[in-house]
């Protein structure tokens, strides 16, 4: 046990709650209640009724502290602001250190990290060893970095050995029976990498609550987090969505095509590809059949056929796990999978906000400045008059980077919506890949009928970084 509040009863623990209308006296008197540990809580009554106190109580787990975020002093009183485990950063609260039973190991190295000797001694390294390998989420980077400074490895070669938390753990323990004199060598590394740690802390404290934000409205698999390379925390601004949204576009389905097949794998030439001129999509395992650059027409809510027929894929969602990852090769966030994907299967669509050409074009611009776009055209008709921009609304598809050999090609598809303008972008593996390879699609994609991709909008050649071997060198 860390911690937990000081006012407490046996299995049994209570908050009080200030009347804010004299906050300045509640608080001042707040502070000057002093109870023993065991006090009941009639006894607790009526102590704050004596001083005038609102008092409130509930039955509570033991509140356990995670980390420590900030400190303050206060009225001659210092405070820290109090992380605490099993809850997010905004229920987080300024305790006086009283408050807090068995953390004197926290607080110290806090404090003493806060100003920082020149020199390292042993109870600072016992803190940071002892923060670092207990604490949640778990911090590869650091932990890599560590084990690197300790035996004198490479960073690169130590990560090819794909070692799990639990071997690095126990690799870098092995410094607490290192000899001080021989840590003194590496005081200075030792002392960046300690306040690198704390950096750390907060940069994954905010990627992990950014991981339960995004997966309490996503009704795909869950969306795993992860960032091993630097201090990058969550990109500012983004709202996680499942289905494209617009304030431009009237995006209400409407189909006014469907077939009557009683068993549409049985009936491919009668079923709704058939009424547009084009072939059916898929393979009896739900595989695409198709060539790059061709439509696929999906059963819609008209249509006769059930849930389970063969020809309703992407309209059924996103079945395979991804995660969000840091890369290490300078193209910032990316996607991989976490399982595998069979060539032909559907991988995930690409959602965002529809809005008009015009409306890109502006944006366009001002993402020229920022050095990036999200802007997907919907430019399977010659004229493109829509356009899915993921910059501030998107999905996991929205952190796909570019690859001049990509494993996922990307096809415009109708289902219950058959405006031919407003098509649904859908990514499938063009080969198999294999659990925790990135994801990739051309963003300029070329193919005998269209063309496909990022908008083309921008005219200024873009570096290309992702390394095939028949890398073209430039985006556009």
């Known amino acids: 046990m860390r911690t937990q509040r000081s006012l407490s009863k046996v299995n049994e623990g209570f908050d009080y709650f200030i009347d804010y209308n004299n906050n300045a006296n509640q608080t001042k008197c707040i502070r000057e209640v002093r109870v023993k540990c ?8 009526r102590i704050c009724e004596k001083l005038g106190l609102k008092f409130d109580y509930y039955s509570e787990e033991t509140m356990l502290v995670d980390m420590i975020l900030d400190d303050m002093i206060l009225e001659n009183q210092r405070l820290y602001l109090i992380k605490w485990q099993g809850y997010d950063s905004a229920h987080s ?6 408050g807090l039973i068995n953390c004197e190991d926290m607080i110290y190295f806090y404090d003493t990290m806060k100003n920082p000797p020149s020199i390292l001694n042993e109870e600072m390294i016992f803190c940071f060893i002892k923060d670092l390998l207990t604490r949640k989420p778990y911090d590869y980077l650091t932990l890599t970095k560590l084990c690197a400074l300790i035996f004198k490895l490479d960073e690169k070669y130590i990560n090819s050995l794909k070692l799990s938390f639990a071997d690095l753990r126990k690799k870098a323990s092995k410094i607490l029976n290192i000899p001080t004199a021989k840590l003194n060598k590496i005081n200075d590394e030792l002392l960046n990498l300690m306040q690198f740690s704390e950096k750390r802390k907060l940069v994954l404290l905010s990627l992990h609550e950014w991981e339960i934000k995004i997966n309490k409205n996503n009704f795909s698999p869950y969306v795993k987090i992860e960032n091993n390379v630097d201090l990058e925390g969550p990109p500012m601004d983004f709202n996680f969505i499942s289905d494209c949204i617009s304030s431009y576009v009237d995006l209400t ?14 009936n491919r030439n009668g079923c ?40 309703r894929v992407v309209q059924c969602g996103q079945k395979i796990r991804v995660c969000i990852f840091r890369t290490s090769n300078g193209c910032g966030w990316g996607l991989k999978t976490l399982d595998p994907i069979e060539k032909g299967q559907f991988a995930l669509e ?29 430019d399977y008709e010659e004229d493109c008059l829509y356009t899915v921009d993921s910059m501030l609304y998107g999905n996991a598809s929205r952190f796909i980077n570019h690859s001049c050999n990509p494993n996922l090609e990307t096809y415009s598809v109708w289902a219950n919506q058959q405006d ?12 198999k890949i294999y659990r925790g390879e990135e994801l990739t699609f051309d963003y300029k994609m070329e193919d005998s009928r269209n063309t496909k991709g990022v908008s083309d909008l921008e005219k200024e050649r873009i570096l290309c970084m992702c ?7 430039y985006l556009v």
């Open 93 to 98: 609260s300024w305790e006086p250190v009283e």
């Open 253 to 266: 389905p409407h189909a006014l095509v469907y077939c009557t097949c009683k068993d549409c794998g049985k």
């Open 420 to 431: 031919p303008n407003l098509p649904k972008i859908a990514f499938f593996a063009r080969k």
């Open 38 to 45: 065991l006090q009941s809580l009639e006894d607790l009554k």
């Open 272 to 311: 709704c590809a058939h009424y547009f001129d084009d072939q059916f999509a898929y393979d009896k395992h739900r595989r695409l059949q198709l060539p790059p650059g061709y439509p696929i027409y999906e059963c819609n809510d008209r249509c006769k056929c059930d849930k389970n027929c063969i020809n």
């Open 467 to 473: 390394n095939s071997r028949n890398c073209k060198k």
């Open 350 to 378: 690409y959602t965002g906000e529809v809005i008009t050409s015009n409306h890109a074009e502006e944006r366009a611009e001002v993402y020229d400045h920022l050095g990036r776009t999200y802007l997907f055209d919907l």
